[in-house]
T-cell receptor, first 115, second 114 residues
Framework: GAVVSQHPSWVICKSGTSVKIECRSLDFQATTMFWYRQFPKQSLMLMATSNEGSKATYEQGVEKDKFLINHASLTLSTLTVTSAHPEDSSFYIC???????????FGNGTRLTVT | GDSVTQMEGPVTLSEEAFLTINCTYTATGYPSLFWYVQYPGEGLQLLLKATKADDKGSNKGFEATYRKETTSFHLEKGSVQVSDSAVYFCALSDPGAGSYQLTFGKGTKLSVIP
């Protein structure tokens, strides 16, 4: 079946540095990708929706200058957490679909810890 | 706005026990309802779904019925196995919200012991 690869699975970085998370669709063209964040004991929250070749659409309350999303190809989207702070520590998950009426396929998630 | 409420975990059951994980929702339109499962070390996978009232989704022995009158979509399995140990997320997709956006519950961790 369709596979979405998310990398890295975990990362520890120092406060003030930037971290890039990659989300790749391995066997289908992902026209739309979604990025989610989950804080401990909280729901998965949608951060942004990205369509290939277009600017991402961010959910209310998500800083687009802090969470840079690039969806330059039909198989790759990246989320860059810029100038990370400890409060950005969270679990980030991407999902991808080839069409909006097709199933979503999720990556394994990335555990980000900012020290 | 849309929201999903599911029972807090963790839930610990013995093998072959009956499982129920409650899920209720609020939505402005007529949502589709989903259960996703995340096994240890893996990504979320769609377990089952229902797109309209009274539909029953089923997969791998799990079932959930879309109850519009009670705005619920409880997950059930008659006899759980150790391999069912995972985190289960209830979610909805409201077409009125635009695009294919999911609203998730907080997740319920299930541990099945032999």
């Amino acid at each position: 079946g369709a596979v979405v690869s998310q990398h890295p699975s975990w990362v520890i970085c120092k406060s003030g540095t930037s971290v890039k998370i990659e989300c790749r669709s391995l066997d289908f063209q992902a026209t739309t990708m979604f990025w989610y964040r989950q804080f401990p004991k909280q729901s998965l929250m949608l951060m942004a929706t990205s369509n290939e070749g277009s600017k991402a659409t961010y959910e209310q309350g998500v800083e687009k200058d802090k969470f840079l999303i690039n969806h330059a190809s039909l198989t790759l989207s990246t989320l860059t957490v810029t100038s990370a702070h400890p409060e950005d520590s969270s679990f980030y998950i991407c999902s991808a679909t080839s069409r909006l009426d097709s199933p979503l396929h999720f990556g394994n998630g990335t555990r980000l810890t900012v020290t | 706005g849309d929201s999903v409420t599911q029972m807090e975990g963790p839930v610990t059951l013995s093998e072959e026990a009956f499982l129920t994980i409650n899920c209720t929702y609020t939505a402005t339109g007529y949502p589709s309802l989903f259960w996703y499962v995340q096994y240890p070390g893996e990504g979320l996978q769609l377990l089952l779904k229902a797109t309209k009232a009274d539909d029953k989704g089923s997969n791998k022995g799990f079932e959930a019925t879309y109850r519009k009158e009670t705005t619920s979509f409880h997950l059930e399995k008659g006899s759980v196995q150790v391999s069912d140990s995972a985190v289960y997320f209830c979610a909805l997709s409201d077409p009125g919200a635009g695009s294919y956006q999911l609203t998730f519950g907080k997740g319920t961790k299930l541990s099945v012991i032999p």
